[in-house]
């Protein structure tokens, strides 16, 4: 691919300099046929509520003024994609990203979008979200009391919350049907309980311990929009939880939990019982007193072949584990060293996008 000339370039920015934004001809890359503009700060009035209150209050400019940068890839002739990149005080980044071959359709797709409404934030976490905008999108501009992924054209990709030390990041799958990839990583030292996220539900699968991070799925179910709302939602629900678990000591998790707990270890034995409960069947077959012309036998002689295609015809290989009571927790704080202090919003100053429905869910 042949690199832009400076004829390329005064035609592709034509419409971007008509909305006042400014090449930066040093971060740009000829080469790779990528134009990036120089960021400009987005400021503005908006309304957002706290955990414990549902009345809608004027946050002040100066508190929301976030870093807006644009960067437009060109592809090919007729084949661009123009990334919105919006940076919070806090460090929080929230990208939205669109195709097509109409850069002016493009930006106008972009700077529809409220640049606070992928920003949620609440009592000692915050939450940004990404998204890919449809060629379709509608320009009407979504606001912080309706969420940018009820709007038509725009998927969720990923959401990050940064929370007492620790960043939970989700994955969207790129094929429906499939589970969300989550990932924790810690700023210090921390043991986290394998079900931490599993009391949550059934839809939340246990944490397992990588190198460097814990790492787990999360099932989202639905068809668009909805499944973009139910995962900014779980997300959140996440984002609250680790707050209350991590501002007590593990005992006090435990001690709480304990219900939901049991639970979970009930259903980790599900595929192990399962596959005992086949086994005695099987070998109480005999003494079922079963005709030897029965249809029946053809039922049982097929069973295994038909198991196994079931089971590798799950998107999820089932965890074969023993039944195992829930691990007991007696250490008397999460951090054997304090953690680096993290990018969170204090409670006292106001999210830019938590709403008005935000504000009324409650603890999980």
């Known amino acids: 691919m042949t690199p832009l000339t400076h004829h390329d370039i005064l035609g592709l920015v034509e419409p971007f300099t008509r909305s006042g934004h400014q090449l930066d001809l040093a971060a740009s890359d000829r080469i790779q046929r990528c134009l990036v503009f120089k960021p400009r700060i987005s400021s503005g009035s908006v309304t957002a509520t706290t955990q414990n209150s549902s009345i809608i209050s004027p946050v002040p400019t100066d508190a929301l003024a976030l870093t807006d940068t644009l960067a437009l890839d060109c592809l090919g002739a007729d084949n661009f994609v123009l990334k919105r990149t919006l940076t919070h005080p806090d460090?929080?980044?929230?990208?939205?990203?669109?195709?097509?071959?109409?850069?002016?359709?493009?930006?106008?797709?972009?700077?529809?979008?409220?640049?606070?409404a992928p920003f949620r934030s609440g009592e000692g976490?915050?939450?940004?979200?990404?998204?890919?905008?449809?060629?379709?999108?509608?320009?009407?501009?979504?606001?912080?009391?309706?969420?940018?992924?009820?709007?038509?054209?725009?998927l969720l990709t990923s959401g990050v919350v940064k929370v007492a030390g620790l960043t939970l990041l989700l994955k969207m799958p790129g094929v429906t049907g499939y589970p969300a990839e989550l990932?924790?990583?810690?700023?210090?030292?921390?043991?986290?309980?394998?079900?931490?996220?599993q009391v949550l539900g059934r839809d939340w699968a246990r944490l397992e311990?990588?190198?460097?991070?814990?790492?787990?799925?999360?099932?989202?179910?639905?068809?668009?929009?909805?499944?973009?709302?139910?995962?900014?939602?779980?997300?959140?629900?996440?984002?609250?939880?680790?707050?209350?678990?991590?501002?007590?000591?593990?005992?006090?998790?435990?001690?709480?939990?304990?219900?939901?707990?049991?639970?979970?270890?009930?259903?980790?034995?599900?595929?192990?019982?399962?596959?005992?409960g086949l086994l005695l069947a099987s070998l109480a077959v005999p003494y079922l007193g079963i005709a030897p012309d029965s249809v029946y036998w053809m039922l049982i002689f097929n069973a295994p072949p038909l198991l196994l295609l079931w089971g590798f015809s799950l998107r999820e290989m089932p965890q074969f584990a023993l039944p195992r009571p829930p691990k007991r927790l007696t250490a008397a704080s999460w951090w054997p060293v304090a953690p680096a202090a993290s990018a969170v919003m204090p409670s006292s100053q106001p999210s830019p996008a938590t709403t008005a429905t935000t504000a009324l869910v409650g603890q999980p």
Not at 127 to 132: D, G, I, K, L, V
Not at 183 to 197: G, S, Y
Not at 216 to 232: D, F, H, N, V
Request: include cysteine; aromatic fraction near 4%.
């Open 183 to 197: 990932e924790i990583t810690a700023n210090a030292a921390i043991d986290l309980p394998d079900d931490l996220l």
């Open 125 to 154: 976490w915050q939450m940004a979200c990404s998204y890919r905008l449809e060629p379709g999108h509608s320009a009407s501009q979504a606001s912080v009391t309706s969420p940018p992924a009820s709007k038509p054209g725009m």
């Open 209 to 276: 311990r990588g190198a460097k991070s814990w790492k787990s799925t999360l099932k989202i179910r639905g068809k668009e929009p909805e499944r973009m709302r139910l995962a900014q939602d779980k997300l959140e629900t996440a984002a609250r939880h680790l707050v209350l678990t991590l501002s007590q000591p593990p005992a006090s998790f435990a001690r709480q939990q304990a219900a939901a707990r049991w639970r979970v270890a009930g259903r980790r034995s599900v595929p192990m019982l399962t596959l005992v």
């Open 91 to 116: 460090g929080l980044a929230a990208t939205l990203v669109i195709k097509g071959a109409d850069t002016a359709s493009l930006l106008a797709n972009v700077e529809a979008v409220d640049p606070h």
